[in-house]
């Protein structure tokens, strides 16, 4: 079992910069695959970025690739989500997740069993 708090959404201009973090208890925050989802108002939840339990390799889906960077602190049981060059399609609630029992990255929301409370990005234009 595992816990996840997010923290660090808000208002942002168009342009603007965010940093968003999950702080995780319970099992070793190391041997988990961490992501970052997201669900605009009316829309499905939807995968953002991924990064490996060392750390080394991480996944971006198409529409953050370049903006947005995932990474994780071992030591401090959080991963983070900068989050630049924000756009108002960027607006929506998001969710981090946890997965220590696949050894590869899972895109789809439906296959995830461990979930923050999720933290509100509006992003104003």
């Known amino acids: 079992q595992v816990q996840l708090v997010e923290s660090g959404g808000g208002l942002v201009q168009a342009g603007g910069s965010l940093r968003l973090s999950c702080a995780a208890s319970?099992?070793?925050?190391?041997?988990?695959?961490m992501y970052w989802f997201r669900q605009a108002p009316g829309k499905e939840r939807e995968f953002v970025a991924a990064?490996?339990?060392?750390?080394?390799?991480?996944s971006y889906a198409d529409s953050v690739k370049g903006r947005f960077t995932i990474s994780r602190d071992n030591a401090k049981n959080t991963v983070y989500l900068q989050m630049n060059s924000l756009k108002p399609e960027d607006t929506a609630v998001y969710y981090c997740?946890?997965?220590?029992?696949?050894?590869?990255?899972?895109?789809?929301?439906?296959?995830?069993?461990?979930w923050g409370q999720g933290t509100q990005v509006t992003v104003s234009s």
């Open positions: 319970g099992r070793t925050f190391s041997s988990y695959t």
């Open positions: 990064i490996r339990r060392s750390g080394g390799s991480t």
């Open positions: 997740a946890a997965d220590a029992s696949r050894g590869f990255i899972v895109t789809n929301p439906a296959l995830h069993d461990y």
